[in-house]
């Protein structure tokens, strides 16, 4: 079995407040991660070179013969055949950036520890059309999501059967279905004239649900009754989903249970919506939406006119919480109280449209370790340290300390 690394470039930081938790590679956009579309299209054991604090959760695992590959890089066509056809001390470099690269377990170490490597032949593709797409900004993870969704259905099902959708239920449209073991489906209309949808093991909708494809949904996730869920969205596993969900791409174990809209939208992991949630995703004037960069820190164009929500791991909000379009939350937010909050705000922040406080790190810990409890989870030492760092990095972007 191949081994792949895939490394963290710029990047990382340019993909706020998702990557505080998470690096590149574990970011969910189709039905898969990055890593894991890199492990299926290989057959390889995939693991990371990532940010210091992130690395005791996401350890690098070095063998004889290593692929390293951009973690922000699609797996396009022609940069999977360029990876396949690598030799050792080859690498791939697109307009001077380092794409990929095969080392032995010499080389590797010399690079990680900034010696004198041998003399890597390099691999120049910068003429290549349509070879090397990266993901560079939180918005397109929703807008390249249909676009993945359908990528990830062909890899995950070549060759494949689906179990049954059961009796019960409504198909309209040409695309197919494919429903993994164990996934129970009651009383639902699906469309796929647009695109195909997936239903992962011991999944469940309940009955009266409406879905339109492009969509996923992982293992164990639960699409609550009467949902609506429109194309290009996915639920990762463990997330519950009800009420009315447009774009919306859910990382994993969150909940979104009740009535409410999401639209063009990126939720992190243990993360919760109060009853009656809703979210702008276009403005009045019909402009771009600007949304806020953690690079240049200030409000950027996304060249969007659909542009909603960035919601970071174990934020939460209380019922009825109304987001203005182009709204970045950070990691381990409570929002609460009438009108609308602020556009961005920032990690560990408590309050609402009112002002807010600090979320004391203690406390919010001590939520965390309740949340993940509920799915049967521990808050781990590593998942400590990853908030901690979070907690103290993000101080500066907290005004009033």
């Not at 963290?8 to 894991?36: C, H, K, Q």
């Not at 859910?250 to 979104?256: D, G, I, R, V, Y």
């Not at 403005?283 to 950027?300: A, Q, T």
Request: net charge negative; charged share 20%; proline share 3%.
């Amino acid at each position: 079995m191949k081994n792949i690394i895939l490394f963290d470039d710029d990047n990382w930081r340019s993909l706020l407040p998702l990557t505080y938790t998470r690096p590149v590679g574990d970011v969910r956009i189709g039905i898969l991660t990055m890593a894991e579309k890199w492990a299926i299209i290989h057959k390889a054991k995939v693991s990371y070179i990532t940010q210091d604090h992130l690395a005791g959760k996401f350890p690098a695992a070095v063998d004889e013969d290593n692929l390293l590959i951009n973690s922000a890089c699609f797996p396009t066509d022609k940069l999977i055949a360029y990876t396949e056809g690598l030799r050792l001390n080859e690498s791939i470099v697109y307009h001077d950036e380092l794409i990929a690269a095969r080392l032995d377990r010499i080389q590797f170490e010399k690079l990680i520890n900034n010696e004198a490597a041998d003399e890597i032949r390099a691999i120049d593709i910068s003429e290549e059309k349509d070879c090397v797409e990266k993901l560079s900004h939180p918005y397109q993870i929703f807008v390249f999501n249909g676009r993945e969704i359908i990528r990830d259905f062909t890899w995950l099902t070549a060759g494949r059967t689906s179990f049954p959708v059961g009796s019960g239920n409504t198909i309209i449209g040409k695309h197919p279905i494919f429903v993994e073991e164990g996934a129970k489906i009651h009383a639902t209309i699906f469309n796929t004239e647009e695109g195909p949808i997936y239903i992962g093991k011991n999944a469940l909708i309940m009955e009266g649900s409406l879905i339109r494809g492009p969509f996923a949904m992982g293992e164990f996730s639960v699409v609550k009754m009467g949902a609506k869920i429109y194309a290009n969205t996915t639920l990762g596993p463990g997330c519950k989903v009800g009420g009315e969900v447009q774009n919306v791409v859910f990382q994993a174990n969150s909940n979104k249970a009740h009535d409410g809209y999401l639209g063009n939208a990126v939720v992190g992991e243990w993360c919760n919506f109060g009853a009656g949630t809703n979210n702008s995703n276009l403005k009045n004037n019909y402009e771009d939406v600007k949304l806020w960069s953690y690079i240049s820190e200030r409000f950027e164009s996304t060249g969007l006119q659909f542009c909603g929500l960035i919601f970071g791991d174990h934020s939460k909000c209380a019922i009825n919480t109304v987001f203005n379009t182009g709204t970045v939350v950070g990691v381990s937010t409570n929002i609460f109280g009438s009108g609308f909050p602020r556009n961005f705000i920032p990690s560990f922040s408590w309050g609402g449209s009112a002002g807010y406080v600090t979320y004391d790190i203690r406390k919010a810990l001590e939520t965390a370790r309740r949340v993940v409890a509920r799915r049967n989870m521990k808050l781990t030492e590593d998942d400590v340290r990853i908030l901690e760092y979070t907690f103290y990095e993000s101080a500066r972007y907290r005004p009033w300390e």
